[in-house]
Structures are given as C-alpha cells and as structure tokens.
C-alpha cells in the first residue's frame, strides 16, 4: 500500500517538474514532448489507485474523494481510448485542482 502512494506521489511530482519546464500548465500542454509524458503519468497514477482497489485497500482509498478518484479514472480511459481527442482544458483542471489535492491526501497519510 505504502509502496503503491509513494509511486502516485512521484508521478505527480514528475508532472510538477515537466511543467515547471515550461513554467505554466498550459505551455506544458502545448509541448509536443512534456503533453505526452504528463499524459502517460496521469495514467500511471490511475493505474496505481485502481491497483489499490483490486487490493481491497478501501480504508486507504476512503481518504480520498470518490468523486476525484473516478474523475481520475475517466481522464484515464479518454487518454488511452481515445488519445487525441482529450480536450486541454480538461488536463488543466486535473494538473491545477486534482492533482494538488491527491498530493495533499498522500502526503497525510504517509506521514
């Protein structure tokens, strides 16, 4: 469990760096490099929150909002379903509120 948090906390302290490259989201969106590896990191936190629920780790998963984790997951599946078609604007919302915000509740809980 532990192990799977310290992995979403690096992935989103990846994203944080691929956009401090670019010094705002949105520059970092339109980078032909930096919007496909903030893309694939948005899958990878996914995949670790749904890794949690396949391993019936609901006490941790109870400290997040529900609403973000399935918010999480739907940017997910539009990425990998249907890559080109994920509106920037939707990106920006979860890089500016939703990302933080699952920043936050990790860094709870692991300490």
């Given at each position: ?7 979403i ?29 903030i ?6 936190i ?23 984790l ?5 940017v ?5 379903h ?14 500016r ?5 699952l920043k936050s509740?990790?860094?709870?809980i692991?300490?």
């Amino acid at each position: 469990m532990k192990k799977r948090l310290e992995s979403i906390l690096l992935s989103i302290e990846d994203i944080e760096y691929f956009i401090s490259q670019k010094s705002k989201i949105v520059a970092a969106l339109e980078d032909r490099i930096l919007k496909p590896a903030i893309r694939m990191k948005i899958i990878t936190i996914s995949e670790q929150f749904n890794k949690l629920k396949d391993e019936n780790e609901f006490e941790i998963l109870s400290h997040f909002d529900k609403d973000d984790l399935r918010g999480m997951n739907a940017v997910r599946n539009f990425i990998a379903h249907d890559y080109d078609s994920v509106d920037d604007e939707i990106l920006e919302i979860v890089l500016r509120i939703h990302l933080p915000k699952l920043k936050s509740d990790i860094l709870r809980i692991l300490n």
